[in-house]
Nanobody, 123 residues
């Protein structure tokens, strides 16, 4: 059974850091396109970061602050988020797709999705 499970969300003060994890089971991540997305209340879901065929992509809003990485041995991807801002507050989702040639890293479409983890940057 294919499954993605996010963890690491929480409440942090503006300027703080969090590291999100996305653990995959039922498939091997290293041949998949992987993305991180977020959705804030009342807003549409947006792509934050993606890894596709060895390249990493970032939305302009997080470039220089967020870093996406992958640990193939643990079948897990990470999103290190530094210098968090109140506007980063959202539910964060990871996504995966077995056909990276057909996936736009920050748009999709992705076939598999996690359940999401809440990130709140607030004082």
């Amino acid at each position: 059974q294919v499954q993605l499970v996010e963890s690491g969300g929480g409440l942090v003060q503006p300027g703080g850091s969090l590291r999100l994890s996305c653990a995959a089971s039922g498939f091997t991540l290293d041949h998949y396109a992987i993305g991180w997305f977020r959705q804030a209340p009342g807003k549409e879901r947006e792509g934050v970061s993606g890894i596709n065929r060895g390249r990493t992509f970032y939305a302009d809003s997080v470039k220089g602050r967020f870093t996406m990485s992958r640990d193939n041995a643990k079948n897990t991807v990470y999103l290190q988020m530094n210098s968090l801002k109140p506007e980063d507050t959202a539910i964060y989702y990871c996504a995966a797709d077995p056909l990276p040639d057909l996936v736009a890293p920050l748009l999709g479409p992705y076939e598999y999705w996690g359940q999401g983890t809440q990130v709140t940057a607030s004082s």
